[in-house]
């Protein structure tokens, strides 16, 4: 079992990606023409085809490079449009926005992205089923996520700004630990998981069965051609979104953390939310709950420690230290998900909740100062 699972290949959810990559020239003429707020929302748009054929593009070459590679290639690439916004406001020193994406594409998937999959699989079948095994063990390497961005923040607050010094290398050695265990993760669902995980993986068989007869696989050439061109025009479009960041938040009175929370979040996760949501209504919710919780540890265990690392470099430091509210809201995210996936099964209401969840975060978030 490769460390995301593979996704589906819908023809008509493929037009419409397709379709929304106008907004990339767009973006690049409203830049042109100084088009003000117009480039933040032009951009936000063009961002969620181009993190969709990114992951398109992986999944096409990783199937051609067998389980091992591939398996690294979507762990590398899986979460590459977050990560390349990341990068880009932290050139342009907004790490405020930073530090709340990675909160928010953790609270997207935990509780909307995977309350959105339950509610639309509650409406197709009355008791949707899932394995519970394997959720229940990326519900595992999320509390030790927790834990890490737990105690930056408990050690500074305790021992008061006689530590502020010790923050930034305390992040980086957290950081360390945080992506080792990532690997671990990766060598336990490559080589151990099997048994684990027979029915994500009979579920992940079938649809790539589908998928074959439904349409050609790409070529190595073209799968790799589409995740350059896309990659690229990734880094471009999102150095403009980050160019326009302040403009967007003095005019329409947002804040960094709720930029970041929630409309950063959003952006970058978009292509993997409209999938989750998509296969639970086809009763895959399986592979849909894979998609959350693979995305969430993703972000946790390796963009968020693969940022702290870039940002001393890039000009603009950051640690592993994040504020009161987003690490509360982190562990009732974490602990909401494992309550519901305790005992393998769901319904609509769960579902309901756990959207209810994320919708007061967003609202608190909203009046953060």
């Known amino acids: 079992m490769t460390a995301t699972p593979a996704r589906p290949r819908l023809g008509g959810a493929d037009l419409i990606f397709l379709a929304l990559l106008v907004f990339v020239p767009a973006t690049a003429v409203a830049a042109w023409l100084h088009a003000g707020t117009w480039v933040f929302v032009l951009a936000a748009l063009a961002l969620i085809p181009l993190a969709r054929w990114i992951g398109t593009a992986t999944e096409a070459v990783a199937g051609h490079l067998g389980p091992g590679l591939g398996g690294l290639l979507n762990a590398t690439f899986g979460n590459a449009a977050e990560l390349i916004i990341g990068i880009a406001a932290l050139k342009a020193g907004q790490t405020a926005v930073v530090k709340a994406s990675i909160t928010g594409s953790i609270l997207g998937n935990l509780l909307f992205v995977f309350g959105a999959a339950v509610l639309a699989a509650g409406l197709k079948e009355p008791r949707p089923r899932f394995n519970a095994?394997?959720?229940?063990?990326?519900?595992?390497?999320?509390?030790?996520a927790v834990v890490a961005?737990?105690?930056?923040?408990?050690?500074?607050?305790?021992?008061?700004?006689?530590?502020?010094?010790?923050?930034?290398?305390?992040?980086?050695?957290?950081?360390?630990?945080?992506?080792?265990?990532?690997?671990?993760?990766?060598?336990?669902?490559?080589?151990?998981?099997?048994?684990?995980?027979?029915?994500a993986d009979a579920v992940e068989a079938e649809l790539e069965s589908e998928g074959t007869r439904a349409s050609k696989p790409w070529s190595l050439g073209v799968g790799i051609t589409v995740l350059v061109v896309?990659?690229?025009?990734?880094?471009?479009?999102?150095?403009?979104?980050?160019g326009s960041l302040e403009m967007v938040i003095e005019h329409w009175g947002l804040t960094p953390t709720f930029v970041g929370v929630i409309v950063i979040a959003v952006v970058g996760n978009a292509a993997e939310h409209s999938t989750a949501v998509l296969l639970a209504l086809e009763k895959q919710l399986e592979v849909g709950?894979?998609?959350?919780?693979?995305?969430?540890?993703?972000?946790?265990?390796?963009?968020?420690?693969?940022?702290v690392f870039l940002s001393g470099p890039l000009g603009h430091p950051i640690t592993l230290e994040f504020s009161h509210l987003e690490v509360m809201s982190l562990a009732l995210a974490v602990g909401a998900t494992a309550l519901v996936t305790l005992d393998g099964e769901t319904h609509w209401l769960e579902g309901s909740m756990l959207i209810g969840v994320y919708a007061i975060l967003a609202l608190v978030f909203f009046f953060v100062p």
Do not use: N, W
């Open 133 to 144: 095994t394997a959720a229940l063990s990326s519900s595992a390497l999320m509390y030790l």
């Open 149 to 199: 961005l737990v105690m930056p923040d408990l050690f500074h607050v305790t021992l008061g700004a006689s530590v502020t010094h010790l923050m930034r290398p305390l992040s980086l050695l957290v950081s360390v630990i945080l992506v080792v265990l990532y690997a671990l993760s990766l060598l336990f669902s490559v080589r151990t998981a099997h048994q684990l995980y027979e029915g």
């Open 230 to 242: 896309t990659t690229v025009a990734t880094v471009v479009v999102s150095e403009m979104l980050v």
């Open 289 to 307: 709950v894979s998609i959350c919780f693979e995305s969430s540890k993703q972000i946790a265990l390796l963009v968020a420690p693969v940022l």
